[in-house]
Nanobody, 111 residues
Framework: EVQLVESGGGLVQPGGSLRLSCAAS????????MSWARQAPGKGLEWVSA???????YYADSIKGRFTISRDNAKETVYLQMSSLKPEDSAVYYC?????WGQGTQVTVSS
């Protein structure tokens, strides 16, 4: 059974940082492109970032230079380091890969 479990969300002040984690199981993680997406209240799903199996990374323009995606194949975990957070980054963040989605983790940026 494929499982993706996100963690690390929470409440942070503008300008702050958070690191999201996504623990994967049930598929060949090291060979799988992994992505993060988010959905803000009342808005559609927005792709945020992706990392390929060889470590190439891709970012949405809205977060480029502030977020960093990485992976640890030994731990079968993908990360999203978020810095310089803005209120508009508030959303439920989802991990996706191997045609599956996690349950999401809430990020709220507010003073």
């Amino acid at each position: 059974e494929v499982q993706l479990v996100e963690s690390g969300g929470g409440l942070v002040q503008p300008g702050g940082s958070l690191r999201l984690s996504c623990a994967a199981s049930g598929f060949t993680f090291r060979s799988t492109r992994m992505s993060w997406a988010r959905q803000a209240p009342g808005k559609g799903l927005e792709w945020v970032s992706a990392i390929t199996r060889d470590g190439s990374t891709y970012y949405a323009d809205s977060i480029k230079g502030r977020f960093t995606i990485s992976r640890d194949n030994a731990k079968e975990t993908v990360y999203l380091q978020m810095s310089s957070l803005k209120p508009e980054d508030s959303a439920v963040y989802y991990c996706t890969g191997w045609r599956s989605w996690g349950q999401g983790t809430q990020v709220t940026v507010s003073s």
